[in-house]
């Protein structure tokens, strides 16, 4: 992955030869001789990696390091000097250097120095991208074992042909499209297919495309340069950087935004980008992989998908199976959700879920899937006492299976009329029990989204 560095030593020579050196290995490079050209080349270089002599001819490298660090406090610093001496080792790991070389020093042992404080700034970003998607466990849970990604119990057909699916997309490093309902599981599949892959070791990210504003979604996937954008004060690595060698889930794809679309069809095509603000093409070692809730052959077709980037995307495509397509699986998902809470909540013990409660779950549709069910369990956990999960707890929704209409022999209505207030009511409890989502709604009622919208102006719900 690129990085850039700022050399700062008064040896003109030495300089010359160290931005040889890293420029043979990819990284960019800036080199400056003093004091006052280092400080005034943070303020527009934003270099990954400072390399700094301790003695320099305007000022103590000591104080240039100190004054660096507050200034740009994320890059990696590492000492330069030709008058080594422990404690000026010790004082510059006091003042934040991550590493001290001292001169004349091999080649081998520089690019190290710089590299390890690459890969620490890189650490670094992650952690804080994991931080700020609550992805780290609790104190408590973190005493407990994580559940293993790595295997997929099932009894389901449909589910191990699915399985068996990502079992070959995990073997190759071509690009997959993961298509399902809401809450049936494709982030999980998703991880699932990086956790067998040959990029196991490497990282994995995910970004929702539906949730990040469209004036935003570029900075987040491509990463920007400093002043790129008001509020732009330093440069950020987008998530396809932070994923080199790794794999990154573009989640509810179908809501890109259209001039996202464009700049994704171009990376897919060179494997390049450049980051918002910048002018560097950077190329990037990175699995993608897509998922979406949407018919994405229906949103080519009414103009809100590419049609170029709908091909280009679909290499592989594997469909995940709703919830009461397999609900044979119920059980083994009941466990695997409890053991996941347990090392979640880092509770003391979690209740018992008996045969009356897994009778009643197993006879819900689950118009959430997996997700849904996963509130439901953990809502019950929360609520139930004496060590058993109460079954009242669950809600009335969930046996709430039955709908009903009441007609009278015609008087002076059709039965045209009639037929069309019992199809209205219809898809009144449909548009209820989907919480007001006319996507679920259809669903619902088995007809598409198409059929749906015509029948909503047919019985004068349209608006």
């Given at each position: 992955?690129?990085?850039?560095?700022?050399?700062?030593?008064?040896?003109?020579?030495?300089?010359?030869?160290?931005?040889?050196?890293?420029?043979?290995?990819?990284?960019?490079?800036?080199?400056?001789?003093?004091?006052?050209?280092?400080?005034?080349?943070?303020?527009?270089?934003?270099?990954?990696?400072?390399?700094?002599?301790?003695?320099?001819?305007?000022?103590?490298?000591?104080?240039?390091?100190?004054?660096?660090?507050?200034?740009?406090?994320?890059?990696?610093?590492?000492?330069?000097?030709?008058?080594?001496?422990?404690?000026?080792?010790?004082?510059?790991?006091?003042?934040?250097?991550?590493?001290?070389?001292?001169?004349?020093?091999?080649?081998?042992?520089?690019?190290?120095?710089?590299?390890?404080?690459?890969?620490d700034r890189l650490k670094e970003e992650e952690i804080s991208i994991l931080?700020?998607?609550?992805?780290?466990?609790?104190?408590?849970?973190?005493?407990?074992?994580?559940?293993?990604?790595?295997?997929?119990?099932?009894?389901?057909?449909?589910?191990?042909?699915?399985?068996?699916?990502?079992?070959?997309?995990?073997?190759?490093?071509?690009?997959?499209?993961?298509?399902?309902?809401?809450?049936?599981?494709?982030?999980?599949?998703?991880?699932?297919?990086?956790?067998?892959?040959?990029?196991?070791?490497?990282?994995?990210?995910?970004?929702?495309?539906?949730?990040?504003?469209?004036?935003?979604?570029?900075?987040?996937?491509?990463?920007?340069?400093?002043?790129?954008?008001?509020?732009?004060?330093?440069?950020?690595?987008?998530?396809?950087?932070?994923?080199?060698?790794?794999?990154?889930?573009?989640?509810?794809?179908?809501?890109?935004?259209?001039?996202?679309?464009?700049?994704?069809?171009?990376?897919?095509?060179?494997?390049?980008?450049?980051?918002?603000?910048?002018?560097?093409?950077?190329?990037?070692?990175?699995?993608?992989?897509?998922?979406?809730?949407?018919?994405?052959?229906?949103?080519?077709?009414?103009?809100?998908?590419?049609?170029?980037?709908?091909?280009?995307?679909?290499?592989?495509?594997?469909?995940?199976?709703?919830?009461?397509?397999?609900?044979?699986?119920?059980?083994?998902?009941?466990?695997?959700?409890?053991?996941?809470?347990?090392?979640?909540?880092?509770?003391?013990?979690?209740?018992?879920?008996?045969?009356?409660?897994?009778?009643?779950?197993?006879?819900?549709?689950?118009?959430?899937?997996?997700?849904?069910?996963?509130?439901?369990?953990?809502?019950?956990?929360?609520?139930?006492?004496?060590?058993?999960?109460?079954?009242?707890?669950?809600?009335?929704?969930?046996?709430?299976?039955?709908?009903?209409?009441?007609?009278?022999?015609?008087?002076?209505?059709?039965?045209?009329?009639?037929?069309?207030?019992?199809?209205?009511?219809?898809?009144?409890?449909?548009?209820?029990?989907?919480?007001?989502?006319?996507?679920?709604?259809?669903?619902?009622?088995?007809?598409?989204?198409?059929?749906?919208?015509?029948?909503?102006?047919?019985?004068?719900?349209?608006?």
């Amino acid at each position: 992955m690129p990085g850039t560095v700022l050399i700062v030593d008064d040896e003109v020579q030495l300089v010359r030869h160290l931005e040889h050196l890293l420029r043979s290995e990819g990284y960019q490079t800036v080199g400056v001789h003093s004091g006052a050209e280092a400080r005034k080349a943070v303020s527009v270089f934003f270099p990954d990696v400072v390399l700094v002599d301790l003695r320099l001819p305007d000022t103590d490298g000591a104080v240039l390091l100190s004054q660096l660090r507050e200034k740009h406090p994320s890059a990696a610093y590492v000492v330069i000097t030709g008058h080594g001496s422990i404690q000026s080792a010790v004082q510059a790991t006091r003042l934040g250097a991550r590493d001290y070389l001292t001169k004349p020093f091999e080649p081998d042992e520089l690019l190290l120095a710089v590299r390890n404080g690459l890969n620490d700034r890189l650490k670094e970003e992650e952690i804080s991208i994991l931080r700020k998607g609550g992805r780290f466990p609790s104190r408590l849970a973190a005493q407990k074992t994580a559940p293993s990604i790595e295997t997929v119990e099932t009894l389901s057909e449909t589910m191990r042909a699915t399985l068996n699916q990502a079992e070959r997309a995990a073997a190759s490093d071509g690009i997959i499209v993961l298509l399902g309902e809401s809450g049936s599981g494709k982030d999980y599949m998703a991880r699932y297919i990086h956790e067998r892959s040959r990029r196991a070791n490497g990282p994995y990210f995910a970004i929702n495309c539906a949730a990040v504003a469209p004036e935003l979604a570029e900075s987040e996937l491509f990463g920007h340069e400093p002043g790129a954008f008001t509020g732009a004060r330093g440069r950020k690595r987008g998530l396809l950087e932070l994923a080199e060698n790794g794999t990154l889930l573009l989640n509810e794809v179908g809501d890109l935004p259209a001039s996202m679309q464009a700049k994704l069809l171009t990376f897919l095509d060179t494997r390049t980008f450049t980051r918002v603000g910048g002018e560097t093409q950077i190329a990037v070692n990175a699995r993608l992989i897509a998922a979406t809730n949407k018919d994405l052959e229906l949103e080519v077709v009414e103009g809100r998908f590419r049609k170029d980037l709908y091909y280009r995307l679909s290499v592989l495509t594997i469909h995940i199976p709703p919830l009461r397509k397999r609900i044979e699986d119920l059980p083994l998902l009941i466990d695997s959700i409890v053991s996941q809470l347990d090392y979640d909540m880092g509770l003391p013990g979690m209740p018992l879920i008996g045969p009356e409660a897994l009778r009643l779950l197993s006879s819900y549709s689950w118009p959430g899937n997996v997700r849904e069910l996963r509130n439901v369990i953990e809502r019950g956990i929360m609520l139930s006492e004496s060590g058993k999960f109460n079954v009242g707890v669950l809600g009335r929704n969930l046996s709430d299976e039955t709908w009903s209409y009441t007609v009278s022999f015609p008087k002076d209505r059709s039965l045209h009329d009639i037929s069309r207030d019992m199809k209205r009511s219809l898809i009144d409890e449909a548009l209820r029990r989907a919480q007001g989502s006319k996507q679920e709604a259809a669903r619902l009622l088995g007809i598409s989204r198409h059929a749906f919208a015509h029948q909503l102006k047919a019985v004068g719900l349209a608006d």
